[in-house]
């Protein structure tokens, strides 16, 4: 019987480099994903355990509170005025990313293309493959930026959605968001926005409202926010939506039928972590300064590595062409696994993302172990 047939998940992929950097003494250091190593917030460790709203079914748009602290800290630390928007929780973004397309389809069986970037977050095109529907890809240009003036007129005609991502998993590029915006409004095509790494965009002058889509208002549009890396939360599974009031309110009408709820508990706790920017600013440092010592380790592996524009990773070009090459090579000189590029879509294959998520103490390993190979090669 001819059906959908899962692909290997792309990590699980990478179990052969593993074991390789698992041989070094002090055993892998792990820059594969991008999951938080830091402590949150006590605060909001707290308030996980004393919100008294575990017996009760959790609203699934989300609790008042939880939806007000969600539109306050996008108006306090960017600027967005997002009162006409409609905003509701989602479980994490990543189950948001994945069932839009099926629940978009249905909405409109006459549609069946999802438009996404070329080189993106893995999500965007299994979230068509889920519905069913067309993923078609999107090229970047040379600065790692969505060209929309590469979409053809038929799949513009076919689309449901445009997924945009800015800063860019993995590429850190910092795109044009009105742009893209301007663009879906022309063509009919609602906007949908992944804006999880927006905390972390390093050029302080592009810390605005246009690094949001809901910088000029809401129609045709839907950001998607989650607290997995702002806060140090992905066990949490936190996150909201907003913008267009028929998309949000169609969307969240649906996945009330579907059961999905931010647990109570972790409502309370989210209020706090949107309440509180002390420890995002706290957390920011940490990430530039493991970005630029990552950088450092990786100038003699890496045809060219720069610092990102936001994000969490570094993008770094494989001298030979091949980011699966690269990926080996610092599995096998430092003990450290990073993801190849064609995770990300065939036009990242030349390169490979290194995520600065891992504990310092685990950088300065790498940092030792840099050393130790430079004095050996001194010794010969």
């Known amino acids: ?17 593993r074991s390789v950097a698992d041989g070094f003494d002090g055993g892998c250091v792990n820059l594969s994903v991008g999951a938080p190593s830091d402590p949150p917030p006590p605060e909001v460790v707290a308030a996980l355990s004393a919100s008294d709203s575990e017996r009760g079914y959790p609203a699934s748009v989300g609790s008042p509170a939880y939806r007000e602290a969600a539109l306050d800290w996008l108006a306090r630390r960017f600027g967005i005025d997002a009162a006409t928007a409609a905003v509701a ?33 893995p999500t965007y095109a299994m979230g068509a493959a889920l519905a069913g529907c067309r993923a078609v890809p999107v090229p ?37 968001l009105v742009a893209a915006v301007e663009w879906g409004r022309h063509h009919g095509v609602p906007v949908l926005s992944d804006e999880c790494y927006i905390e972390f965009i390093w050029d302080e002058a592009a810390r605005t409202a246009e690094a949001s889509v809901l910088s000029t208002g809401p129609d045709g549009v839907v950001a998607v926010h989650s607290l997995s890396k702002r806060s140090n939360l992905a066990g949490m599974r936190a996150g909201f939506y907003a913008g267009d009031p028929d998309l949000v309110g169609y969307l969240s009408e649906v996945r009330k039928h579907a ?98 998520v891992a504990p310092d103490a685990q950088i ?17």
Not at 1 to 17: A, S
Not at 364 to 380: F, P, S
């Open 89 to 121: 929780a989602c479980v994490g973004t990543k189950e948001l990313v994945a069932t839009v397309p099926h629940y978009l389809r249905l909405r409109d069986p006459s549609r069946d293309t999802v438009l996404y970037p070329a080189v993106s977050y």
């Open 259 to 356: 059961g999905m709820m931010v647990p109570g508990p972790v409502q309370a706790a989210a209020v706090a972590a949107f309440g509180d920017d002390r420890h995002v600013d706290a957390q920011r440092d940490i990430y530039r300064s493991r970005l630029a010592r990552l950088r450092d380790l990786l100038v003699p592996y890496a045809s060219d590595v720069s610092l990102p524009g936001g994000g969490l990773y570094l993008w770094a070009a494989s001298p030979d062409g091949d980011g699966w090459s690269l990926s080996r090579r610092v599995a096998e000189e430092l003990g450290a696994l990073i993801s190849p590029g064609e995770f990300y879509g065939p036009q990242g294959a030349a390169y490979a993302r290194v995520a600065a």
């Open 140 to 176: 970047l240009d040379h600065q790692w930026r969505i060209d929309l003036d590469t979409v053809a007129p038929d799949d513009i005609a076919r689309s449901l959605c445009l997924w945009v991502n800015s800063p860019g998993n993995p590429t850190g590029a910092i795109d044009d």
């Open 364 to 380: 300065d390993l790498l940092e030792q172990r840099v050393a130790a190979r430079c004095g050996d090669t001194v010794r010969k």
């Open 1 to 17: 019987m001819d059906g959908f047939v899962p692909p290997p998940y792309p990590y699980d992929r990478l179990d052969e480099l």
